[in-house]
């Protein structure tokens, strides 16, 4: 157990001296300081303030702070003072182990001006610590036929303080056969070893009771005291020997648990029991023997653990063979681990904003971050980028610092939100990244005025239309926000006719809409010319203006004016003249009337509404004017009422009508003597319809007969004719083929002529209408008996008889006559389709008789 701490007077002294603090300059920017360790929390360590040039009050205006990484914060500082103190105990030990300086590093940050100062402290070391055995008893077996000057090595001494604090001398108890030597190794560590000054003998004295006491050079001296157990064991001549006296070995840090590092190997040249090895650590902290396992019998040296260079880089053991006679031999193993990418670099913000305006300029800083990585060299080297399509850049501090800065003015109306992602690799195989994020909200300010969707607006509004009805809705945007993008609408003062432009319609200032305040006559004006603002509510406020053309549309509302004929004012009834000789189509007067509607609305029809004679006047449908249809007659009456109506084309149509009075006369004398003698009119028309058709049936039947006795007188001549040329064959073979058309081919010629009579009840003529004949059945000549359906007749040995032609002629002078009995005369259209039906009764029943005879023919 370590003794209480008492300080001696020169102690004291030196610790004084200690407490006062000196920097030891700022070489390159360093600022440094030297402090003992296990100084109270709040001791004074250096005057920050002023090694910064600040006054003590500066450093929290100014936002001074120190930043440190990986480490509880050991130091603070003092806003009153200005002095760097510390934030609690320092022991020196547990910070820095058995380093041979201790140093402290951390940075000072000064928040306004984002400028870093790196500060070191070294931590001195005092005599806090006595020297301490692994184990306070120890037992040593040693053969009594030692040589002397042997060396047995004892239980390893830790002293954890450094210099001449730490261990420095041992001390044996009196004794008559040993002694003690210190060792130092290479890295400064010391142990003793048992020196036999003596020959033992087990008969005489098998036991040796030893106290050994380690002695620091502090001041006061600090001792640490173990026992020790001698005893001599019986002869055993070789002792167990290693192969290699140092054993070297380089392993990766992600070396699975469990792996084998190497195998250390011992031989001894004794037999039997004597030659029974056995391995074990010796002088082996506890956490290296957490990390490191040995197998007591083949040597073999394999992890137990994760191993990690960022802890622990380089291990040294002590390997220790004995044999069971109790001789043993020792080897140094020295197991180096090589560092492996396995830390992502890591991105630590220190500072920054959170919102940047977006009328910034550039070169405004947005966020510090420092990168580092725990592993080494190439792997622990790192560097750091960002986006290049973002309007920001990196610039590099001092120790791994960054800089966010903007390279550009930004405009929160294309981008209002960055995410500044930061991506941090390192040079390993493979290099391993991180990223970081950085959010960036951009304020907005007022730089840009409502606009409108389009650059003028045109409203259509029914006239008449009802008070305080909406009439159009405008709609203008801001790209701002919040109260920038808040828009307000007005329009600006005018007037019209007269009256403020205010009491005609009016807008909502916050939606926009566009009310009509009265009743709108498309008579009385027809379209209002309006200058809509709209402002938005920043500091200073931005305005836009748009030109509104409102239309008033028509409605049938006004029906028509007759402005001719007028009425009298006297009393007495106007009336127009028309001589009795006037022909059809006759002006008679002009109907003239207009409609204050405009469009389709002011369209006038005129029509004949009533009349006293029908069919003896017409009007113009778009003119109005008055005429006569046909011609006068002695039994029309001498006064003619007429009622005409004017129609406008609006929905629903509006009309007026106006009453004309018509005298049928050639002078006003002629008026007063035909009003004595007015006779109904005698109507001649039926007798002279009867007679017209009469004469019409007559003309056509003349004509179609003179037509059917010259084509038979042509098919007879052309009959003959071919006879004479054809030789005499005897009896009947001597007549010529006959060219003569058959009945059949004759009623087929028949059935395409047909007359047709159209006559007309309301005529004083009839038509008569001769069509032509249609001559696409004309007859041909047949070559022989044999075809079917022949039309014409052969002389031949198939059995055609001469007497056959004479047959057929007394049958078409008989079709003749019944096709003349059977011509129709069409008095209306009912007649003309009646006639067309029996024509093809006539003709499907003369097919019929067609196939019956060729059918007799065939047999």
């Not at 001390?171 to 008559?176: I, R, V, Y």
């Not at 001041?219 to 140092?246: E, S």
């Amino acid at each position: 157990m370590a003794a209480p701490r008492r300080r001696a007077p020169g102690q004291l002294l030196l610790l004084l001296l200690a407490l006062l603090p000196r920097m030891w300059g700022a070489e390159a920017g360093h600022i440094r300081y030297s402090i003992p360790e296990e100084l109270e929390k709040g001791s004074f360590v250096g005057n920050i303030a002023k090694d910064l040039r600040l006054q003590p009050g500066e450093l929290a205006e100014r936002g001074v702070r120190i930043v440190s990484r990986g480490r509880s914060q050991l130091f603070s500082l003092s806003p009153r003072s200005g002095g760097l103190v510390t934030a609690g105990r320092i022991d020196r030990e547990e910070l820095c182990a058995q380093s041979a300086r201790c140093l402290v590093t951390f940075n000072i940050l000064v928040e306004d001006k984002l400028s870093l100062y790196p500060v070191e402290v070294e931590i001195v070391d005092i005599n806090d610590n006595a020297p301490r055995f692994l184990k306070e008893d120890w037992e040593v077996k040693i053969p009594e036929n030692a040589a002397l000057s042997s060396r047995f090595v004892l239980m390893e001494v830790y002293d954890p303080d450094v210099g001449m604090n730490s261990l420095q001398s041992f001390k044996l108890s009196s004794n008559s056969h040993f002694s003690v030597d210190v060792q130092s190794q290479a890295h400064g560590l010391k142990y003793p070893e048992l020196v036999l000054e003596h020959t033992l003998d087990r008969e005489e004295e098998a036991v040796h009771h030893l106290v050994l006491t380690a002695m620091d050079g502090g001041d006061p001296v600090r001792t640490g005291v173990a026992r020790i157990l001698v005893t001599v064991l019986d002869v055993n001549d070789n002792a167990p020997a290693f192969t290699q006296t140092v054993y070297r070995v380089s392993v990766p840090e992600n070396l699975p648990v469990g792996t084998p590092v190497l195998s250390v190997n011992a031989t001894d040249q004794d037999e039997g029991v004597h030659a029974e090895i056995t391995y074990s650590f010796v002088k082996i902290t506890e956490k290296i023997s957490q990390i490191f396992c040995l197998d007591v019998l083949t040597g073999e040296i394999s992890t137990s653990a994760t191993l990690d260079y960022e802890n622990s880089n380089f291990y040294e053991l002590d390997v220790e063979a004995r044999d069971q006679s109790g001789l043993q031999d020792r080897a140094k193993v020295f197991i180096t681990v090589l560092d492996v990418n396995d830390n992502v670099p890591e991105v630590v913000v220190t500072s920054g904003s959170r919102t940047i305006a977006e009328n910034a300029p550039p070169g405004t800083v947005i966020a510090l971050f420092q990168v580092y990585d725990k592993d080494s060299e190439l792997n622990g080297l790192v560097t750091c980028s960002i986006s290049g399509s973002l309007p920001f850049e990196l610039e590099e501090s001092v120790d791994n610092y960054y800089r966010i800065v903007t390279n550009t003015v930004l405009d929160r109306e294309k981008v209002s939100f960055y995410n500044i992602t930061v991506v941090a690799t390192d040079k390993g195989a493979p290099s391993l990244s991180t990223e970081k994020i950085i959010s960036l909200n951009v304020a907005d300010i007022n730089d840009n005025p409502p606009i409108f969707s389009r650059p003028s607006y045109s409203v259509y509004v029914p006239e008449n239309n009802p008070r305080g009805i909406s009439i159009f809705s405008l709609s203008a945007l801001d790209p701002d926000s919040q109260e920038n993008a808040q828009v307000i609408y007005s329009l600006a003062e005018d007037t019209i006719q007269g009256a403020p432009l205010s009491s005609y319609v009016s807008i909502n200032s916050n939606t926009g809409v566009l009310y009509a305040l009265r009743s709108f006559d498309y008579e009385q004006f027809r379209d209002l010319q309006l200058l809509v603002t709209a402002r938005d509510s920043g500091n200073p406020p931005l305005s836009s203006n748009v030109s509104l053309s409102l239309f008033v549309l028509d409605q049938n509302d006004n029906t028509p004016e007759i402005l001719y004929p007028t009425l009298p004012t006297d009393g007495s009834t106007g009336v127009e003249l028309t001589p009795r000789s006037a022909e059809p189509g006759y002006l008679v007067t002009k109907v003239v009337a207009v409609d204050k509607d405009s469009g389709q609305n002011a369209w006038l029809s005129y029509r004949l509404l009533k009349a006293s004679e029908p069919g003896l006047f017409s009007v113009g449908l778009h003119t109005g004017e008055v005429r006569t249809a046909r011609a006068l007659l002695d039994r029309d009456a001498l006064k003619q009422s007429l009622v005409v109506a004017v129609q406008d084309h609006g929905q629903p149509p509006l009309s007026a009508t106006v009453t004309l009075t018509v005298a049928v006369a050639n002078s006003i004398p002629d008026i007063l003597a035909d009003l004595s003698r007015l006779d109904p009119p005698h109507n001649d028309d039926a007798s002279g319809l009867t007679l017209y058709l009469v004469v019409a049936v007559a003309a056509v039947s003349c004509i179609f007969f003179t037509f059917v006795i010259a084509l038979l007188v042509f098919r007879l001549w052309r009959w003959h004719k071919s006879r004479l040329l054809k030789p005499a064959r005897g009896g009947l073979s001597s007549v010529p083929p006959s060219h003569f058309m058959g009945i059949d081919g004759v009623q087929a010629f028949l059935q395409t002529y047909s007359h047709e009579v159209s006559l007309t009840a309301d005529s004083r003529k009839s038509h008569l209408i001769f069509p032509q004949p249609n001559y696409a059945h004309t007859l041909i000549s047949q070559e022989g008996c044999e075809k079917n359906g022949p039309l014409l007749i052969q002389e031949d040995s198939s059995g055609c008889k001469e007497e056959d032609s004479f047959v057929q002629v007394k049958l078409l002078l008989l079709l003749l006559k019944t096709r003349q009995e059977n011509v129709k005369i069409s008095l209306t259209s009912e007649g003309r389709k009646e006639g067309r039906k029996e024509g093809r009764e006539g003709r499907r029943k003369e097919e019929e008789k067609k196939e019956k005879k060729q059918a007799r023919e065939r047999r």
